[in-house]
């Protein structure tokens, strides 16, 4: 068997600007495991940076390299690999890199599609769009034009100072459409009042407003305002969703498969959030190709209920590194049918945007 790292630089068409900076490629891991005869490929969501959280690409790398990979020598069921690597504290993004890659795998050897391999399926997926910072005009203009192009909910992302602006700015834009915003942590409990404000913009969720790995301040912050509240960064694992219910932090979820190291947590946390009447929808890094088809796979899953972060790789990507990008169609997307994934791996394309390749089995 062959297990190998790329590491990859892929251009983004225009730079996506978060509470915590602006980005102008995606710094991509995608990793590819070759064994009898199939080819499996995964994404690990980390980036350059320990910005989104404490993981980064080269403490996944090191991870994965150093105490991970060494139970992937028998190609092990997902659930087999997650118990092996119990012993490795965190590090959800890394061992959610090969626990995916696991699922292609599998996915692959039944022949069966991946979004059909996971269980009770739509058979779609419900898009919705995430837009990043710019100027009030180009905020206005890019927010009509995802109304135009079908999308089924636009999300903006909002900073401290700047919420009120921003989100009176879009309503203006867009009427009544359903809006969200994402603060990615910036606020504390402190600006209760200037979140208070956004109360009246009918927003149909704030996401993640206070601390990464807080649970009970956004509780306290669910009890002042009518805003409901999603938390994204906060929640790795099915534990986290069910103290977030118990303390009643909030009533949507946002799920990324590789935060909550993989598929096996993320299907629990959108069993668990459904039973339990909370909404959830599917998020992402700024995937690649590789990536974005095991985001549309999983929010495709009957326990998905509203419209995710799951753009067409043509938002992000001029080229991407797949020759089969998806394409939306009245605001959905259906799952590639194919084995595992379904992406057909654009070999040129991927070669000219890899830095170095590492082989790690
Ligand atoms: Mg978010």
New binding site residues.
Partial sequence: MELIAHRVSLPLKTPFV?SFGAQDHRAALVFELIHNGITAFSEAVTDEGPF?SYEDNNTAFHIIEAYLTEQMKDVPKPVEFLNRVKFVKGHLMAKAALEMLLWDYHAKVEGTPLYRYIGKTNGKAQIGI?IGMADPDEMRKQTSKAVELGYKRI?VKIKKGKEEEIVGNVRSAIGDFPLSV???TDFTLEDTEALMALDKYGLVYM??PLDHDDIIDHAELARRIRTPI?L??SIVSRDRVRKAIEAKACTVI?I?PGRVSGFTESLAIAKLARDHGLHTWV?GMLETGVGRAFNIALASSAYIDSPG?TSPNEKYFEKDIVKNPFIMEDGFITPMDGPGIGVEIDRDRLKKVTLDRVRLL
Wanted: net charge negative; aromatic share 6%.
């Fill in positions: 978060t989104y995430s999300k994402d603060a990615n996401e993640q999603c994204d960064e946002n990324k998020g972060d």
